[in-house]
Structure formats: C-alpha cells, structure tokens
C-alpha cells in the first residue's frame, strides 16, 4: 500500500497539523504531509509547516479578484501535490462547489461540535448556552452545504459545571487531536470511501459516525 499523500489546508494556529505531524513521526500514521495551504500568510499551521520543512503556500483572498479566483488558487497548488486526501484542519473559507468537485471524494473536516448540532462558528459557547451536558468533535466529507457531509467519526467530552467556551475548548481540542488521527489511520489502511451522501467503511455503509473511545480506538462499525 502506498503512503497517504495528505494535503492540509488550515487558516490557524495549526494543532491538528501538528497532531498528524506528530503521529507520523511515532510510526502511528503510515503518511505524509504533502503541503500545507492556508488563506494566512501569518498563520501558525504555515510557521509549522515551515518549520518542518514541509511544502507551505498561503494566498490571501485580498490578492485574487473574488472568492471563486481565490479558490480557484488555492486548490490548484493543493492539486499539483496529488494528495489522496485533503484535510481542512481549521480552514475557516467555505469551499466553493467547483473546488469540492474537483476533489470529490477526497476532503474531510474536523469540527468542533456533536454535528449535526451547531454546524458554524462558535461552537462552544452555542452547547453551553444549550445547556447540553457533553459536547465533542466531528470528521465528516466536505460537501457544498456548510459542515454537513456524511459523518465519519466523532469523539464526546463531558460539559462540566462551571464550564465556559474556553475551558470547553481546551478539553476538547487533544480530543480532536486523537480523533483526527484516528480517522486519517483509517484513510491511510484504505478503507473508507466517501460518497456525497454517505461514507463506506469496509465497503459498507455507515449508519452511524464512529465513537473515539478513551483508548484512541474508533468503535461502533
Ligand atoms: C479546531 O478546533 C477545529 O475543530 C476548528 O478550528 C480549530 C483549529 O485549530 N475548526 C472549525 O471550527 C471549522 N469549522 P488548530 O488550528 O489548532 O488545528
């Protein structure tokens, strides 16, 4: 089987990179990172990727004409890579369709919520304010529609009492980094296909998103 070519494209500090660098580096993740690819120049995910002497671009929406331009940019540097797989590890742009086609079947997205609850931006601070009593983190295929593809995996934390939005989001964050990792090992053992709408693990369908458990292993296929 030959190494997964991962593109990651990221807009912030670059923790989930990191995380997938760091499983590489163990022996844990049989890939690579071919680029990174980010809207900010300044961003943390470009200074690691940097650091690591890893192929990094950053295009500024404000140096292309429209969205569609910048787009357009962006994921022509991510296809001269050829990855197997794209990974948008804090990619705050929505991704037009004409971008998602080109790379059907090959994007996923972590984001911080139980999707479907709290698709969007802040996250956190919408289940405190929802009362709920666990919130957590999903892996699900990008499609058009905003943090909705067919779900693939997620991993819970408890809500606590006298939890605020940051404290919720530092208990989840090595959370996300452990369910990131997990669902790439999965891609990397070849054994999910995603399809717009729904994913094969196996070759079956899966009826449900796969659960992280405390021991860093996916269940409930
Ligand atoms: C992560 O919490 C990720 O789930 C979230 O951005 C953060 C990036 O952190 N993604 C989204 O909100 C996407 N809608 P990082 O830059 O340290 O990996």
Redesign the pocket.
């Known amino acids: 089987m030959s190494t997964l070519a991962i593109a990651v494209l ?1 807009s ?6 990191q995380a997938l660098l760091d499983a590489i580096a163990a022996g844990a993740l049989q890939a690579r990172i071919a680029g990174v690819f980010s809207d900010k120049p300044a961003s ?2 470009i200074a690691i990727a940097r650091a690591h002497g890893l192929h990094a671009v950053a295009i500024s929406p404000r140096d292309c004409a429209d969205r569609a331009a910048h787009d357009e940019a962006l994921f022509s540097e991510i296809a001269a890579v050829q990855p197997d797989l794209i990974v948008c ?2 990619y ?1 742009r929505i991704i037009g369709a004409a971008a998602l086609r080109r790379f059907e079947g090959r994007m996923i ?4 919520s139980l999707l479907p609850r709290y698709p969007g931006l802040d996250t956190h601070a919408r289940a405190l304010a929802a009362g709920d009593d666990e919130h957590g ?1 999903s892996v699900h295929a990008v499609i058009p529609e905003l ?1 909705a593809g067919p779900l693939l995996a997620q991993v819970r934390v408890p809500v606590l009492a006298g939890d605020d939005a940051a404290s919720l989001a530092r208990r989840l ?1 090595p959370r ?1 980094h452990a369910l990131l990792v997990a669902t790439a090992r999965l891609f990397a053992q070849r054994r999910v296909q995603l399809h717009a709408d729904h994913a094969l693990l196996d070759g079956r369908r899966l009826l449900a998103p796969l659960q992280l458990d405390a021991a860093n292993h996916l269940t409930g296929a």
Do not use: K, Q, V
């Open positions: 990221a912030g500090r670059g923790s989930n990179l943390g995910a590890a804090g705050m997205n972590i984001h911080p983190a943090d964050l996300e």
